[in-house]
Nanobody
Framework: QVQLVESGGGSVQAGGSLRLTCAAS????????VGWFRQAPGKEREGVAS??????TKYADSVKGRFTISQDVKNTLYLQMSGLKSEDTAMYYC???????????????????????WGQGTQVTVSS
């Protein structure tokens, strides 16, 4: 069972920055693709960024150039968010693919919220 715990959300003005953190249970990043999703009120959950064991990353078009996903050897996942916009306001979730893959990310990982382990979420609010 994979356990994920997010932190780092908060309120910030447009143009500001935040860093989200996700602490994962042991060996998660060796065995699963991991990433971040978000869900705004009244909208579906959407994929934001993913990272594979080899460090390769993928981003949603809406956050490219502004968000950076990374991980460290202590099973901690990060999402550095800069240039925040009001439309980035959402609950942000850390996720791991239930399909064990040795850390490889399937191409559909960010496209679906099925077959995922989820954290409890952390709220990000951007005011304009």
């Amino acid at each position: 069972q994979v356990q994920l715990v997010e932190s780092g959300g908060g309120s910030v003005q447009a143009g500001g920055s935040l860093r989200l953190t996700c602490a994962a249970s042991r060996y998660t990043y060796n065995n699963y693709c991991v990433g971040w999703f978000r869900q705004a009120p009244g909208k579906e959950r959407e994929g934001v960024a993913s990272i594979a064991r080899d460090g390769s990353t993928k981003y949603a078009d809406s956050v490219k150039g502004r968000f950076t996903i990374s991980q460290d050897v202590k099973n901690t996942l990060y999402l550095q968010m800069s240039g925040l916009k009001s439309e980035d306001t959402a609950m942000y979730y850390c996720a791991a693919d239930r399909r064990e893959s040795g850390g490889y990310c399937y191409t559909d990982f960010l496209l679906s919220y099925d077959d995922k382990y989820w954290g409890q979420g952390t709220q990000v609010t951007v005011s304009s």
